[in-house]
């Protein structure tokens, strides 16, 4: 649907300045994202951190034309000659505003889901088990914010017969607006759980602010056997029809009379108005069955009958969350997106590609199968696909099935390939010649793109470190939290960021607007420059043979000693360069690298103004123990003389220098000590030496059982017969050594790895490359997959096994294990 520039000014009572006509269909957040710069309109919101405002006058010049903002520019009409402005008091409001008034116009069921775990699977499932029957317009991924919330309702078009919205709240009083902009017809709730629970005074509270979605809605499904849940609903002033499940009370509108599992799949008996019916689902854990009842409630409020909810359920597709980032064979880099396949989570997917920088230019192709259940027809449809690849810089296009290749000719990219299955394509010339590209695939479960996937991918032991992208984005906003908007960030990224793989890592720090990256030496500065990396990069340890390196790849070096600086600016005048941006790096106690602020400042100040080859960018020290409370007397002493030294320096320019102290436990455990900017390390990799349980985990090493043995107790295993046996037991052999990273003395039963969450101790010895572990009583078997740290078994088990620190153990990780990156 379409507003004129008028009409959106009506609807949200903006004051509009600027006279160009002019359309709005999209409507934009984060100026990263822009994808059609003509019919967009920008809301400039700001958050504690950021300001939409910024990017003005960068989207003016991309073609945007149309913005929501809380302050006009100066000089709007000279700069933006036929721009609109509108102008409100709160962009975000105007945003949700607008999704409010757009919404308006839909007389359509609108079910809106909270609940603290399954919103988004109970969201794709009514979606798979409604869309033969309707029109569904759903959020994306799980778009469920104050923000993600206005853009999903956005979707409501006029084909739309049905909505599907997610409500996320992390604190009281969000409800609220969420709700004004859905306006739920149906409400569920899925369920209550710990989620943000440090912002609510208790379940019950938050239970009551959820419910709060529901106020005018006609009917609510929620589980009557949660009492929270039950007796929130009772207490609360609900008008509507509650269509409540519960397993236990044949009372309810949905009575479950009962669940029966088998091997892979689950048959569910309801009553629902008297009448009994069945249907079986294809999974079998407790959180599935639940969610498939929801839907299930809500499916029959809508009108579907029990037979159709019986021939659809079978076939209940599991939600895959992730995009998954991995190597390809012949300099192939592949993004995998396995989430539904539909226009809108394609064009995040392509959205994500194109924001991934690539440096070395490689073409950005995307394998794209039939998209099913999209209610529109296949030329409409693919003509769409077709505008959204050529805008996000698809370079070439891969269709694969019936429909798509039927629909080629709406396809407007040059180089372009069609075939009716994955078979015929990996068959093809077109998939062996595939070489040097960035490669996004997304294909419709029917299509088993995961063979594809397999074969392109670079063929590697199984042992693999999976690496979280997201949890590295929590992490980086946790730390953010004990920050000023102000304050300046400096990431490292420094021994292939601290094992997860530098440039995964640094694309995604950079997306995130950090200020700096630093690395130890310039050759990891090389490598993320040649990976598209545009950020500020810093070298910690500078090698006097690198400088000319440096140089040319922007690289700011630390500077540390006199012989250091002189070497430096000698180095910048031979190449006739001034200004050269460098950071003093003072040593306040650790006594391993830095000018002495007591001694050294007249010396360093009188040598610096003597040249104009380099210039001070910023001045820092590090803590010797901020992690621990028994150094905060030393941790004073040494703020203390930094403070001193960095102010002498900084009054001898006049140009400001950036002071920074700050690492990952500092910025938590001092947050006044953090000045101009912060050096955030270890917590950004998921953890923390104080209290783990804050941060994400981000690193996940994990393998497969390779073989397994049954040895009598008399027998040993492993190198010079160490492993003892004290029974008869099961052994299995995994593909992960020393060699690895996993080391040796983990071995003899000193520590232990996960399988099908048991713990499996390592027997005898470990080997180079494969290491022996304990199954004995372990339901398990050949190919299972093994944690050896991660998720459910923190690196820091094995670290204080092995009397040492996590950095040891995650930086010890070789580069033979592959890295798999993933995000939502
Ligand atoms: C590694 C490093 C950091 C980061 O420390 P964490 O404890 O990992 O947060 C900060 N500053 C300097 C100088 C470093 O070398």
């Known amino acids: 649907m379409v507003y004129t520039i008028e009409k959106v000014t009506t609807l949200i009572g903006a004051r509009r300045y600027g006279e160009s006509d002019g359309n709005v269909r999209w409507i934009l957040t984060d100026s990263r994202s822009l994808c059609f710069p003509e019919e967009t309109l920008f809301f400039a919101i700001r958050s504690e951190r950021n300001d939409g405002h910024k990017y003005i006058a960068d989207l003016y010049r991309r073609g945007v034309r149309s913005f929501v903002v809380e302050v006009l520019p100066a000089d709007w009409q000279k700069d933006y000659p036929d721009a609109n402005f509108l102008k409100v008091p709160f962009a975000l409001e105007a ?12 007389d359509i069921p609108v079910v809106g889901i909270t609940g603290s775990n399954g919103k988004t699977v109970v ?69 209550l759980g710990a989620a943000h629970q440090e912002n609510f005074k208790s379940m019950a509270d938050k239970c009551h602010e959820k419910l709060r979605l529901f106020h005018d809605s006609k009917a609510i499904v929620y ?25 236990k009370d044949p009372s309810v509108r949905l009575f479950v009379k009962s669940v029966d599992k088998k091997n892979t799949q689950t048959t569910v008996t309801y009553v629902f108005n008297g009448v009994e019916s069945a249907y079986t689902l294809p999974f079998i854990d407790e959180a599935s069955v639940a969610n498939s009842i929801t839907c299930a ?57 194109n924001r991934r920088p690539d440096h070395e230019g490689r073409r950005r192709t995307l394998i794209l199968s039939d998209i099913y259940q999209s209610g529109e027809d296949g030329d409409t449809l693919y003509k769409k696909v077709s505008e959204l690849a050529v805008k996000r810089g698809v370079q070439k296009f891969i269709g694969v099935g019936p429909e798509i290749s039927r629909c080629a000719d709406e396809i407007m990219i040059e180089e372009k390939y069609f075939f009716d299955d994955c078979n015929s394509f990996i068959g093809s010339t077109v998939f062996r010649s595939l070489r040097d590209e960035v490669i996004l695939l997304k294909g419709s479960r029917k299509f088993s793109f995961d063979r594809l996937t397999e074969l392109l991918e670079q063929k590697v032991h199984e042992t693999i470190l999976e690496v979280n992208l997201n949890s590295v984005v929590k992490n980086l906003n946790y730390y953010r939290s004990y920050m000023k908007p102000t304050t300046k960030l ?45 950020c500020n990069i810093m070298i910690m340890n500078p090698e006097m043979t690198a400088f000319k390196t440096m140089f040319d790849y922007k690289l700011e070096p630390e500077v540390y000693s006199f012989r250091l600086l002189d070497a430096l600016v000698k180095a910048a005048q031979k190449e006739g360069i001034t200004g050269y ?22 010396e360093l100040i009188s040598r610096l103004k003597h040249q104009n080859a380099i210039i001070p960018r910023s001045v820092f020290s590090h803590f ?15 703020f203390k003389l930094f403070d001193e030294g960095s102010k002498k320096l900084q009054s001898a320019f006049s140009h400001k220098i950036l002071r920074h102290m700050d690492n990952s436990a500092g910025i938590e455990h001092f947050p006044e000590r953090q000045m101009d900017m912060c050096r955030l390390g ?61 080391n040796r003395r983990l071995g003899c039963g000193h520590c232990y790895c996960l399988v099908n969450g048991q713990k499996a101790p390592y027997v005898g010895n470990i080997c180079m490359d494969v290491a022996m572990i304990d199954l004995t009583g372990i339901d398990c078997k050949e190919g299972d997959t093994v944690e050896i740290f991660g998720e459910h078994l923190p690196v820091t088990v094995l670290s204080d096994v092995l009397g040492t620190i996590p950095y040891e153990v995650l930086t010890s990780i070789s580069n033979r294990v592959k890295r798999v990156y993933f995000q939502d």
């Open 581 to 602: 941006p460098v950071h003093i790096k003072l040593d306040t106690g650790m006594h391993r690298l830095g000018f002495d602020p007591r001694c050294d400042m007249d």
């Open 223 to 247: 589980p009557y056997d949660d009492e929270v849940i039950r007796q929130c609903v009772e207490s609360y002033d609900y008008k509507g029809e509650q269509i409540a499940w519960s397993v």
């Open 490 to 534: 400096v990431c490292m990224v420094k021994a292939d960021a601290y094992g997860a793989g530098s440039v995964e890592v640094a694309k995604t720090l950079q997306d995130h607007r950090v200020d700096y990256l630093a690395v130890a030496v310039a050759d990891e500065g090389v490598t993320l420059r040649k990976n598209g990396i545009t």
């Open 297 to 353: 409630a809500v499916a029959l409020h809508l009108g579907l009958t029990a037979d159709e909810i019986a021939q659809r359920m079978p076939a209940i597709e599991p939600v895959a969350m992730r995009l998954e980032v991995k190597e390809g064979q012949h300099g192939c880099t592949l993004i995998n997106d396995s989430y539904n396949s539909d226009v809108n989570s394609l064009d995040i997917a392509l959205d994500f590609m």
């Open 95 to 106: 945003l949700q505003r607008l999704a409010e008034r757009h919404r308006d116009e839909f």
């Open 624 to 638: 010797v123990g901020s992690d621990s409370d028994d150094f905060d007397n030393f941790s004073a002493m040494q």
């Open 682 to 742: 270890l917590g950004l990799y998921g953890i923390d030496s104080r209290d783990n349980s804050v941060l994400n985990t981000v690193s996940t090493l994990k393998t497969t059982i390779l073989q397994i043995h049954h040895v009598p107790k008399e027998d040993t295993v492993g190198y010079s017969r160490k492993g003892v046996l004290t029974r008869d037991s099961v052994i299995g052999a995994i593909p992960i050594g020393y060699a690895d990273g996993l």
């Open 123 to 191: 969201k794709e499932w009514l979606y798979q088990l409604l869309s033969p029957s309707m029109t569904v317009t759903r959020s994306p991924r799980s778009y469920n914010s104050q923000i993600g919330v206005p853009l999903s309702v956005w979707l409501l078009s006029e084909q739309s017969q049905v909505g599907v919205f997610e409500a996320g709240i992390s604190q009281p009083g969000e409800m609220e607006s969420l709700r004004d902009i859905i306006q739920p017809t149906v409400g569920v709730i899925t369920n």
